[in-house]
């Protein structure tokens, strides 16, 4: 349309809201054919082998005869293994979170070894880590923190 001859300026309103509304029609129509032809994306299940690394860690640090002494346990925890175990107790008593259960596992250990040693996933780590801070808190804050 050339814009220099002698059509009223109602015409080239109206030719303007009718090319909006044409762009309209044809971007909404692009939507609704994207949304059909959308694929659903699932999550990709990972088998990480929970009981393995559970048994593992046990026969690690906390059997009777583990493979890794007292020195190897306060190097990987950062304190002994009978102060751990009292914290494990207190823990567990404010928060049913780090009870055993037929279909879970709890284990306090540091952040950095969820994934490669206990194959627990990161945001599930996260998760239990921050639980775990929150219930030392609630346990220990009034006389230590």
């Not at 959308?38 to 860690?57: F, N, P």
Request: charged fraction near 30%.
């Amino acid at each position: 349309m050339e814009w220099f001859d002698d059509t009223s300026s109602d015409e080239v309103a109206q030719t303007i809201i009718d090319e909006i509304q044409e762009q309209k029609q044809l971007i909404a129509q692009m939507y609704s054919q994207s949304e059909m032809e959308r694929v659903v994306h699932h999550r990709q299940y990972v088998y990480r082998d929970r009981e393995a690394a559970h048994l593992r860690l046990m026969q690690d640090y906390f059997n009777d005869n583990p493979t890794y002494g007292p020195i190897f346990f306060r190097r990987r925890f950062r304190m002994q293994k009978k102060l751990f175990l009292c914290i494990v107790d207190v823990v567990q008593g404010e928060d049913t979170y780090f009870q055993m259960s037929h279909d879970a596992q709890a284990t306090g250990v540091s952040a950095d070894t969820f994934d490669e040693y206990l194959k627990v996933v990161d945001t599930t780590g996260h998760l239990c880590l921050k639980r775990f801070c929150k219930a030392v808190i609630r346990a220990y804050g009034v006389e230590y923190l």
